[in-house]
């Protein structure tokens, strides 16, 4: 069954999500706080589809329990809930491993289909069947699409399930220049209700992953005006 793991340290808050995501069809798990959430990953030996961290959490906030599951789980999908006032919360949670966030208040509504968005993904990158091109070659890297797995100059890149799958399309489509509507499109899905900026924060922790000097990249390309590409 579809498993969420919610951590939110407002019962009434918590209790209005557990809710909508039971309805939504998902087996949830809930914690009051960071360490109970991370104490509830390692009882279902990290059986969790996707999480649902709040920031504000005393002791173990939500941005460390967002580093401690991407660190265990490359393919978990993270979702961060973040105050209005917290932008910069919000960047630092997608630095650290998140694939989204949600600003309160948020509607039921949304929370569902970002989760299911999120979902999708997950299933998709853990369970689709093998392409007929296994792998990609390009320069020093080796994309192999049945390990899901990157390296450069034969040593192992490690890629959370949304980079990796930003690096396969841009490996689909190398030289072209792509814009963030591309690829939110072909990542997050027609149906994202996020912004675009979730895009750039993701380039910026690939460039991190994959390039010599981050500051200075040579083959994750910034295209002014349009968007990126990739450069052999």
């Known amino acids: 069954m579809r498993k969420v793991l919610i951590a939110e340290d407002e019962a009434a808050i ?4 557990v809710i909508n995501l039971k309805r939504g069809g998902y087996d949830v798990l809930e914690a009051e706080n960071g360490e109970q ?7 279902c030996n990290g059986d969790v589809d996707v999480a649902v961290l709040d ?18 789980n490359s393919n978990i999908g993270i979702i961060m809930l973040t105050a209005k006032a917290q932008e910069m919360d919000k960047i630092t949670g997608l ?26 993904r997950v299933a998709m990158h853990t369970q689709k069947e093998v392409k ?6 390009l320069g020093e890297f080796k994309l192999n699409l049945r390990s899901h797995s990157l390296t450069k100059n034969g040593k192992h890149v490690e890629l959370t399930q949304v980079e990796f799958q930003i690096v396969e399309l841009f490996f689909s489509k190398p030289g072209e220049a792509l814009s963030r509507t591309d690829i939110l499109n072909k990542v997050w899905g027609t149906d994202y209700y996020g ?19 981050p500051s200075e990249p040579r083959h994750l390309m910034t295209i002014w005006g349009i968007g990126y590409k990739w450069q052999e």
Not at 37 to 43: F, N, S, T, V, W
Not at 132 to 137: A, F, G, M, N, Y
Not at 195 to 213: F, Q
């Open 37 to 43: 959430a991370l104490e509830l990953y390692e009882a």
């Open 55 to 72: 920031v504000m959490m005393p002791n173990v906030d939500g941005l460390q329990v967002c580093k401690a599951l991407r660190e265990k």
């Open 132 to 137: 007929p091109v296994d792998e990609i070659e």
């Open 14 to 17: 918590r209790d209005f999500v």
């Open 195 to 213: 912004e675009e900026k979730i895009v750039d924060v993701n380039i910026r922790r690939l460039r991190m992953k994959v390039e010599d000097e």
């Open 95 to 120: 630095m650290m491993g998140a694939d989204d966030y949600m600003t309160k208040p948020f509607s039921p509504t949304e929370l569902v289909a970002r989760v299911d968005a999120i979902y999708r």
